[in-house]
T-cell receptor, first 113, second 111 residues
Framework: DTAVSQTPKYLVTQMGNDKSIKCEQNLGHDTMYWYKQDSKKFLKIMFSYNNKELIINETVPNRFSPKSPDKAHLNLHINSLELGDSAVYFC????????????FGPGTRLTVT | QQQVKQSPQSLIVQKGGISIINCAYENTAFDYFPWYQQFPGKGPALLIAIRPDVSEKKEGRFTISFNKSAKQFSLHIMDSQPGDSATYFCAALLSGSRLTFGEGTQLTVNP
């Protein structure tokens, strides 16, 4: 029933490790996004995919690599984790690129120790 | 040109009062202005939105006022309730492009 789901909800890991976050949407949307929300709650877009094609790639370290195996999935892989990567990561989707309403997942709280 | 400035950063209101959150934007090409509501531990969810061809939109206790000439818009929550306590984000969209969010306002409604 969940429109946009993410796994895991919590992720605690040590510096230098590699981790992945998975996202799935069952809304039939064409566009998916990754956002980072820092400790001050600021929401910043990281990536956007439209029909499996990378559209937006903000100034994000290349340690972050998104992958979209199909329209319904957008995963985020992070290499060599750093303390500053600690944040809540949200996946979202919209009907199409620049679509009016974006539907957000529940978030993945990443803590790097 | 892509910035959206939001104020205040935090707001405390008594139950039954009016909560007002303001946003200002720079890019006159923005054509859609949504407000998102985020409860602790949850993702943001669309609350109400407006397009620049109207000056006001009301849905229940929530109203957006839009001033195109001043490049400002605001969210008014009438008869604020403790259940309204959340973080509110204004945003602006350029058609076919990305959503730009304001910095967020932490609203607390005291019983």
């Amino acid at each position: 029933d969940t429109a946009v789901s993410q796994t895991p909800k919590y992720l605690v890991t040590q510096m230098g490790n590699d981790k992945s976050i998975k996202c799935e949407q069952n809304l039939g949307h064409d566009t998916m996004y990754w956002y980072k929300q820092d400790s001050k709650k600021f929401l910043k877009i990281m990536f956007s995919y439209n029909n499996k094609e990378l559209i937006i790639n903000e100034t994000v370290p290349n340690r972050f690599s998104p992958k979209s195996p199909d329209k319904a999935h957008l995963n985020l892989h992070i290499n060599s984790l750093e303390l500053g990567d600690s944040a809540v990561y949200f996946c979202a989707s919209s009907q199409n690129l620049g679509g009016d309403e974006q539907y957000f997942g529940p978030g993945t709280r990443l803590t790097v120790t | 040109q892509q910035q959206v400035k939001q104020s205040p950063q935090s707001l405390i209101v008594q139950k039954g009062g009016i909560s007002i959150i303001n946003c200002a934007y720079e890019n006159t090409a923005f054509d859609y202005f949504p407000w998102y509501q985020q409860f602790p531990g949850k993702g943001p969810a669309l609350l109400i939105a407006i397009r620049p061809d109207v000056s006001e939109k009301k849905e229940g206790r929530f109203t957006i006022s839009f001033n195109k000439s001043a490049k400002q818009f605001s969210l008014h929550i009438m008869d604020s309730q403790p259940g309204d306590s959340a973080t509110y984000f204004c945003a602006a969209l350029l058609s076919g492009s990305r959503l730009t969010f304001g910095e967020g306002t932490q609203l607390t409604v005291n019983p």
